[in-house]
C-alpha cells in the first residue's frame, strides 16, 4: 500500500535554509508534489517533480528526489516569516488519474 | 489563474440536517474533482473522486449514501453530508484538475468548508 512519511515539525530562523522531508513507499510513483498550506486554508502547489527527475529548482524552492531510497526534500532558501504553515508532500503513480496520497505534514515555524 | 472556491467557508447545523457543500472551478473546466477530509493537525483523506456526468468514486470506508456527491458540470461538484453528527465535524476541501494541464495532473485547492455539527 501507499504510506508517506514526515517529520511533524521543524523550526527555523529567518533567512536560513529549511529543508523538509518525505519518505514514500510506492516505487511506482509517477509525480511527487510539495504542498502549502496556511491555518484555516486549503492547499497550495508549490511545484512538483517527474518521478525520473532527480533535482528540480524553482527561485527560492529546490525539490530533490531519490528514488532509489524513495526519498524526496524540499529546501526553501532564506526563509521569511511567510513560510511559517503546514507543507505537504503527495504522490501520485498515475499523472492522469491524479489521485493524490499526502505525507503527514511538517509544520514549520520561521522564528526572527 | 487555476482558482477553485467552495461554498460555505464555515457551516454550523443540527445533528440530523444535511449540508451541502459547494466546489466550483472559476476560470477552468474540471472533469474530475476531489473531495478530501482533513481533522485538526492531520493530513487530508481522501473521501471520493468526482467524475463529470458519471457516478462518484468513493474511497474505501466512506459510505456514499451519506456522502452524496453530484458533478452536474464541468465547473461545479457538490458534497451534500446527509443525517450530519457531530463527528462529522470536521474541514472538508475539494480540488480540481484542469482538463487542460499536462500530464503531471496538477490538481488546485479550495479554501475549504469548515462543519460543525452540533
Known amino acids: 500500500g501507499e504510506d508517506v512519511e514526515q517529520s511533524l515539525f521543524l523550526s527555523v530562523r529567518e533567512g536560513d535554509s529549511s529543508v523538509i522531508n518525505c519518505t514514500y513507499t510506492?516505487?511506482?510513483?509517477?509525480?511527487l508534489y510539495w504542498y502549502k498550506q496556511e491555518p484555516g486554508a486549503g492547499l497550495q502547489l508549490l511545484t512538483y517533480?517527474?518521478?525520473?527527475?532527480d533535482m528540480k529548482q524553482d527561485q527560492r524552492l529546490t525539490v530533490l528526489l531519490n528514488k532509489k531510497d524513495k526519498h524526496l526534500s524540499l529546501r526553501i532558501a532564506d526563509t521569511q516569516t511567510g513560510d511559517s504553515a503546514i507543507y505537504f508532500c503527495?504522490?501520485?503513480?498515475?499523472?492522469?488519474?491524479?489521485?493524490?496520497?499526502f505525507g503527514t505534514g511538517t509544520r514549520l515555524q520561521v522564528t526572527l | 489563474g487555476a482558482v477553485v472556491s467552495q461554498h460555505p467557508s464555515w457551516v454550523i447545523c443540527k445533528s440530523g440536517t444535511s449540508v451541502k457543500i459547494e466546489c466550483r472551478s472559476l476560470?477552468?473546466?474540471?472533469?474530475?474533482m476531489f473531495w478530501y477530509r482533513q481533522f485538526p493537525k492531520q493530513s487530508l483523506m481522501l473521501m471520493a473522486t468526482?467524475?463529470?456526468?458519471?457516478?462518484?468514486?468513493?474511497e474505501q470506508g466512506v459510505e456514499k449514501d451519506k456522502f452524496l456527491i453530484n458533478h452536474a458540470s464541468l465547473t461545479l461538484s457538490t458534497l451534500t453530508v446527509t443525517s450530519a453528527h457531530p463527528e462529522d465535524s470536521s474541514f472538508y476541501i475539494c480540488?480540481?484538475?484542469?482538463?487542460?494541464?499536462?500530464?503531471?495532473?496538477?490538481?488546485?485547492f479550495g479554501p475549504g468548508t469548515r462543519l460543525t455539527v452540533t
Open positions: 468526482s467524475n463529470e456526468g458519471s457516478k462518484a468514486t468513493y
Open positions: 480540488s480540481a484538475r484542469d482538463i487542460g494541464t499536462s500530464g503531471a495532473g496538477e490538481q488546485y
Open positions: 510506492d516505487s511506482s510513483s509517477t509525480y
Open positions: 517533480i517527474f518521478s525520473n527527475m
Open positions: 476560470d477552468f473546466q474540471a472533469t474530475t
Open positions: 503527495a504522490e501520485s503513480y498515475t499523472g492522469t488519474a491524479s489521485k493524490l496520497t
